[in-house]
């Protein structure tokens, strides 16, 4: 072959697998910002598990998130919960609030020492996230923010939100179908909630808040110590 037409065919195929780089690239990019505009505001149902000291607690769920708000409602019997009293509630706005019938010791604790702002921060702002971070999450397939680290799948969907200080965890499973399954919220193992996700819908929610709480020095360990084993019993009899 002709010299001049090999140095013109081999600029040709660099322009060419440059073209297609950066239009790999630009979709890499824009799948990754929907898939996370799609947390900023979502409704899910299921069930939800807690266990605690080889104890286990099985009940329905609805969670809703709007911007800076996240309310989740554990609920006691119907589809769905969906004809079920609350037996517990937990609220996250400008406040932390939970609101629990069965045992409303829980009211009264000073929750911001136990649920990391920077890590709710970091969940109500992925948005702006791909925009500052994207470079280190499309090459390296998670970012860390101050002392909050977030992966992602090989599908670009997020699959681990993690407090490096205090070690509170989410973990998010998907089907095959790369439909939200399962949800793992932890704190460095000593106890485990899991959300096994039966219906996800995206888009705008009314949430309603519960009242600001009066604060206390209350231990959450001490008292889960004391009382989480009594609550899961009358749970299970229920």
């Not at 070690?167 to 998010?172: I, R």
């Amino acid at each position: 072959m002709n010299p001049r037409v090999m140095i013109i065919v081999s600029l040709l195929a660099l322009i060419l697998l440059g073209a297609c780089s950066a239009n790999r690239r630009q979709a890499d990019e824009m799948k990754l910002r929907a898939e996370m505009l799609r947390w900023q505001s979502f409704r899910s149902e299921g069930i939800v598990e807690a266990n605690y000291m080889g104890l286990a607690l099985r009940k329905f769920y609805v969670a809703q998130k709007n911007d800076s708000e996240l309310r989740l409602d554990v609920l006691d019997g119907g589809i769905m919960g969906g004809s079920g009293s609350p037996l517990l509630t937990f609220y996250k706005g400008e406040y932390i609030a939970i609101k629990s019938p069965m045992m409303p010791q829980l009211e009264h604790l000073n929750l911001d020492r136990f649920f990391p702002e920077e890590t709710f921060d970091k969940f109500n702002s992925l948005g702006p996230l791909v925009d500052e971070h994207k470079d280190t999450i499309l090459k390296n397939g998670y970012t860390v923010i101050d002392s909050v680290r977030v992966d992602f799948t090989k599908q670009l969907q997020l699959s681990r939100v993690k407090d490096l200080r205090s070690g509170a965890e989410m973990n998010l499973l998907y089907d095959r179908g790369g439909e939200l399954d399962q949800i793992s919220l932890g704190l460095d193992g000593s106890m485990a909630v899991k959300l096994l996700v039966d219906h996800m819908e995206y888009g705008a929610q009314a949430i309603e808040p519960l009242p600001r709480p009066e604060k206390s020095g209350l231990s959450i360990f001490d008292m889960f110590e004391m009382q989480l084993e009594d609550l899961m019993e009358r749970a299970e009899d229920q």
